[in-house]
């Protein structure tokens, strides 16, 4: 064997267990991640000083420079929460304050050109989530060419909180309320600077969230405050109707919704603090962090009594968010040149009614066309008629909505709904694809999710989904193959992408539409 060869052979061997690569410049300095299996990956890089002290409840403030190489080989903090035991993505770091990082995954051979680049958002109800968990790695979308990137934003009353001291404090001209949607906003404006270093290409940035990252995907769609910093964009069950987050306000109180500044006052009241002024913001600021989370998180987020409530959420603020996203929709404003939306076969709802006249009642006049479409078998289940009705109104008709509203302004709307349930939780999952069981399939993270149950059909399932997406941040086209299988949608269709639960994934006229159209005649 050569020399040669033999640093060939040896390189190959430190690369397939994992070395350092080479180090990047960015704009703040030099970071050094590590490669594996022809991806290299760079955790907890700051975007952001951390949102500490007198940072809190501020905008985020461009991370000091470092004079160092940093290592950038395990994540950063998760954003401080309380965490939810069920949680389908549980985290991989503990939680703190200090948490404004972000993570990059890239292919490991230089390429000619700059690569496409896609950044995920994950949900959590804005209350809990993180990028650190095993099922939101980036390797994969990686080995498909893509420069994969996910970061942190402030949650729960760290990151959506109104007090009248903090409007005093800001002034007219400062921006208030939404903190995390800020850290959204600073993101996005590090990978444009950024992430020409990492080999991709700022004028080509696909986002991508679920849930409260689909809700996230609708304001940064829709604020002008995120003008320009991307390309495309895709919902995954994110609604799309006003109802989902609501219309609070930040210092106006509506009926059933007070303004974050009196939910910020209740709050401040919990913990003994008083007043309206800077004093009262300086005690707010020392409090310790466990004490502002004080349990919250998605189970318990929601108060009985709204006027009493301590925690509100994303609200109009204002600068970033004008009015609700599908408001703006119907005005034609998307900052996406092309959008990729859809919904989960079981996805989430509220219950909607405890009996089936409670649940009906919304219907109005066309409870008989109601009762054929939810229970055409004449079950009179209340618990299944309930849920698909809140399911549906919640993710499943906002996500035809948006795609026909955006369709309507002139640009491609690729609209899905994704089906398939992974074999070995058939027998736990008999009703369909629960909320978020789609992402392990989407990002092609189903081996650390699923482990020794992965059966080949779901792999395979992983691997069409997965290239859904990286030829959706492409080309702004999920389609694959010759022939493209999955039209864009028109705003009056009535049919849907469907990752099917037996057969291939394929474009079908959608099955649901009598329920999709009596939710939208019922959401006028």
Excluded at 112 to 118: A, E, I, T, Y
Excluded at 189 to 213: H, L, Y
Excluded at 291 to 302: D, H, R, S, Y
Aim: glycine share 12%; with cysteine.
């Amino acid at each position: 064997m050569t020399m040669m060869r033999f640093l060939a052979t040896a390189t190959i061997g430190l690369w397939l267990s994992g070395v350092q690569a080479a180090p990047v410049a960015t704009g703040l300095g030099l970071v050094q991640g590590v490669g594996s299996a022809g991806v290299e990956s760079f955790k907890g890089i700051p975007f952001a000083q951390p949102p500490v002290g007198k940072l809190r409840w501020r905008a985020p403030v461009t991370a000091s420079r470092w004079s160092h190489v940093l290592k950038a080989d395990h994540f950063g903090h998760d954003c401080m929460q309380f965490p939810f035991p069920s949680d389908a993505a549980p985290l991989g770091v503990a939680p703190a304050e200090d948490c404004l990082y972000l993570n990059i995954w890239r292919p490991a051979t230089a390429s000619g050109s700059p690569r496409p680049v896609l950044v995920w958002i994950y949900g959590g109800g804005f209350v809990n989530g993180g990028s650190s968990p095993a099922v939101y790695d980036g390797s994969e979308l990686a080995r498909q060419g893509i420069v994969f990137v996910s970061f942190n934003y402030r949650l729960g009353r760290f990151g959506f909180f109104g007090h009248p001291a903090l409007t005093a404090e800001a002034g007219r001209k400062g921006l208030l309320g939404n903190y995390g949607y800020m850290d959204q906003i600073a993101a996005l404006k590090w990978v444009q600077q950024n992430i020409r270093a990492f080999g991709g290409d700022p004028g080509q940035v696909t986002i991508m969230g679920e849930s409260a990252g689909g809700a996230s995907v609708h304001m940064l769609m829709t604020t002008p405050l995120a003008a320009g910093l991307f390309r495309n964009a895709m919902v995954m069950s994110g609604g799309g109707r006003s109802y989902i987050l609501g219309e609070r306000r930040l210092s106006e109180d509506l009926p059933g919704h007070p303004s974050a500044e009196t939910v910020g006052m209740n709050f401040a009241a919990s913990v003994g603090i008083k007043g309206r002024d800077a004093a009262a913001l300086k005690r707010l600021r020392a409090l310790p962090a466990e004490q502002v989370v004080a349990g919250l998180n998605m189970a318990t987020m929601t108060a009985p009594d709204p006027s009493k409530a301590t925690y509100g959420g994303p609200m109009v603020d204002g600068r970033i968010v004008s009015m609700p996203a599908d408001a703006l929709y119907a005005k034609g404003q998307s900052n996406a040149k092309s959008v990729m939306v859809g919904a989960n076969g079981a996805d989430i709802g509220f219950a909607s009614g405890d009996t089936l006249d409670a649940v009906y009642a919304r219907f109005g006049s066309h409870r008989a066309e109601a009762e054929a479409a939810y229970d055409p078998a004449h079950s009179g289940s209340v618990a299944r008629v309930s849920h698909d009705v809140a399911m549906d109104t919640l993710m499943v008709e906002p996500a035809r909505f948006v795609a026909r509203l955006i369709a309507r302004s002139g640009r491609p709307a690729f609209l899905y709904r994704f089906s398939y349930v992974a074999e070995s939780m058939r027998g736990e999952w008999p009703d369909g694809a629960p909320h978020a069981t789609d992402i392990p399939f989407f990002l092609n993270t189903v081996a650390a999710k699923y482990g020794d149950q992965l059966t080949p059909r779901d792999a395979a399932m992983a691997r069409l989904a997965a290239t859904a997406v990286a030829n959706f941040a492409k080309h702004g086209n999920p389609n694959w193959g010759a022939e493209p299988g999955w039209p864009a949608s028109q705003p009056d269709d009535a049919g849907i992408f469907d990752f099917s639960l037996n057969g291939p994934a394929r474009w079908i006229a959608d099955p649901w539409k009598a329920r999709m159209d009596l939710i939208a005649a019922s959401a006028q």
